[in-house]
């Protein structure tokens, strides 16, 4: 999901706080690293 996402050209991920328990910016980090 994450590239078809960057390649559509979108480039914002919205990583507040209260998202995913918490822990929003480790699990778009963990996408990312890993395309």
Do not use: I, N, Q, W
Not at 1 to 16: K, P, Q, R, V
Request: proline share 3%.
């Amino acid at each position: 999901m994450t590239d078809e996402y960057l390649d559509a050209g979108f480039t914002y991920f919205d990583t507040a706080y209260p998202y995913h328990d918490e822990t929003s910016e480790d699990a778009v980090r963990k996408a990312l690293v890993s395309r």
